[in-house]
């Protein structure tokens, strides 16, 4: 062989792999991760996790709200100043909150799909709260962010914001 065709034939070989690369590198990206790509939830969907959240509010059992958080969420509540930032703290959070009964309602939400496993669901709900002495009830609306991650095939709340609106 020629100096020549080995430069010749290093050049083919050095394209085909070029090529087989970029093929592959395409191939990749149109097919999506390689761990298996789900369907991204619809807007829908996703506002419909506040229902199930809301469900659960309605069995007043703390451990089964906590249930829809994972494990290293955040919550900064409407109705106390301390950030629950563990599953004890949620939980504790919840046996104080479901003593009031509360019952919410959604009155603006803003849904953005980021993709197939996180999405944010922020906007304003309100709550109908009944005092557990006197059995008065009062309503408190407040603006809300949900944070949610699909974790091992279950969409769970990572972080929830809820404050009161200033204006009352």
């Known amino acids: 062989m020629t100096r020549r065709s080995i430069r010749k034939r290093v050049a083919i070989v050095t394209a085909t ?3 087989a690369v970029g093929t592959v590198a395409a191939g990749a990206a149109v097919a999506g991760p390689s761990w298996g790509e789900s369907k991204r939830p619809t807007e829908k969907q996703v506002a419909g996790l506040f229902d199930n959240w809301n469900r659960a509010l309605q069995t007043r059992d703390p451990e089964k709200v906590a249930d829809l958080y994972a494990s290293d969420a955040v919550l900064l509540p409407t109705v106390s100043n301390k950030v629950r930032a563990d599953r004890a ?3 504790d959070y919840f046996e104080h909150f479901l003593a009031n ?3 919410g309602k959604k009155i603006e939400t803003h849904v953005n799909v980021l993709d197939q496993n996180s999405a944010l669901d922020a906007g304003v709900y309100e709550f109908t709260l009944t005092d557990p002495e006197s059995g008065e009830k009062s309503v408190v609306k407040a ?3 949900y944070e949610y991650e699909k ?3 279950e969409w769970l709340i990572v972080n929830h914001h809820s404050s009161k609106m200033p204006e009352g």
């Open 89 to 91: 703290a949620i939980v």
């Open 101 to 103: 009964k509360p019952a």
């Open 143 to 145: 603006r809300y962010t």
């Open 151 to 153: 974790r091992n095939g």
């Open 17 to 19: 792999a070029v090529v």
